[in-house]
């Protein structure tokens, strides 16, 4: 997770100009490594906890830990419906999406937890951008996946990450180095979550 942190530190250090120049009525742009160029309105960023960055990592880290602990609750909640291990959900947002609700990736999987459109709409999803509702979709998503792979959160997560028919094809996580780093990131998150 520190390394994660250390990342996130360098980038918001590059994005600093951005924010000290944006004008306080218009949009700042972000840019990503992840996300390509999103629009962001200022109150979202500081809802972020990027509004006002610091100078020093110790100072900008505390906005980055606010804006995780902001969807505890709601994970917390999702999580217990859905019969699911709170940290492996908070674990898999972390890695989706930074906690950024207004994600959105080059193949267009949006919100939270990154669902793609077709995905999103099976699941009574109709905003993928509000975090209540990506989040649920996501638990729903994810607890399915579980369930068709008994329970196999490896498995749960190739699926999720690379579609479970790639999982049934392969008999295991497929041979994507994209998945395969994916689920070892979320199991690692998750552990550290577990810790907290």
Do not use: W
């Not at 099976?122 to 209540?132: C, K, W």
Request: net charge positive.
């Amino acid at each position: 997770m520190l390394d994660g942190l250390a990342s996130v530190l360098s980038r918001i250090q590059e994005i600093k100009a951005h924010f000290r120049g944006a004008s306080a009525g218009g949009p700042v742009t972000v840019a990503t490594r992840y996300y390509g160029m999103r629009q962001l309105e200022p109150a979202r960023v500081v809802a972020f906890g990027l509004g006002n960055l610091a100078e020093s990592p110790q100072e900008s880290t505390r906005g980055f830990v606010q804006t995780i602990s902001a969807y505890d609750d709601l994970i917390n909640q999702t999580a217990q419906k859905y019969k699911l291990d709170a940290a492996l959900l908070k674990a898999l947002i972390h890695a989706e999406s930074g906690f950024n609700p207004q994600a959105v990736s080059p193949a267009g999987a949006k919100g939270l937890t990154q669902l793609m459109p077709a995905t999103a709409a099976a699941l009574g999803v109709t905003d993928p951008f509000d975090p209540a509702q990506s989040i649920d979709g996501g638990a729903r998503y994810l607890r399915a996946q579980l369930d068709r792979f008994g329970g196999d959160e490896a498995l749960a997560l190739a699926a999720y990450n690379a579609g479970p028919a790639a999982v049934i094809k392969y008999r295991g996580i497929p041979p994507y180095k994209e998945t395969q780093n994916y689920v070892q990131k979320v199991l690692r998150l998750k552990e550290s979550y577990s810790d907290q």
